[in-house]
């Protein structure tokens, strides 16, 4: 499975930016799939996790009421459009996919990761 996030770029602290992620590959085998971020100098967070079926999703509290996750599995593909971004959303965001059957929060869990696209907000 490959996976290309795309869609970052810079705004302006209350602006909105979509992100997208595209899987390749053996797509059938994907379950989960998540949204994780990095901030400079800081270790890899979880942002929004969407179930196979986008019955289930989870969100790091910092995030709640602004991010919002969804998927198109037609397309194999997942969006993470934000709102009210904050000078504090600055990270690359990456996305990632795995085949199990629970839906987790766990960066370890995942099985496949994209490249990242970098977000960043200014003041």
């Known amino acids: 499975v490959q996976l290309q996030a795309y869609g970052g770029g810079l705004v302006q602290a209350g602006g909105s930016l979509r992100l997208s992620c595209a899987a390749s590959g053996r797509t059938f085998s994907i379950r989960g799939m998540s949204w994780f971020r990095q901030a400079p100098g800081k270790e890899r967070e979880f942002v929004a996790a969407i179930s196979w079926n986008g019955g289930s999703t989870y969100y790091a509290d910092s995030v709640k009421g602004r991010f919002t996750v969804s998927r198109d599995n037609a397309k194999n593909t997942v969006h993470l459009q934000m709102i009210s971004l904050k000078p504090e959303d600055t990270a690359v965001y990456y996305c990632?996919?795995?085949?199990?059957?629970?839906?987790?929060?766990?960066?370890?869990?995942?099985?496949?990761w994209g490249q990242g696209t970098q977000v960043t907000v200014s003041s």
């Open positions: 990632a996919a795995d085949s199990g059957v629970v839906l987790t929060t766990l960066s370890r869990r995942y099985e496949y």
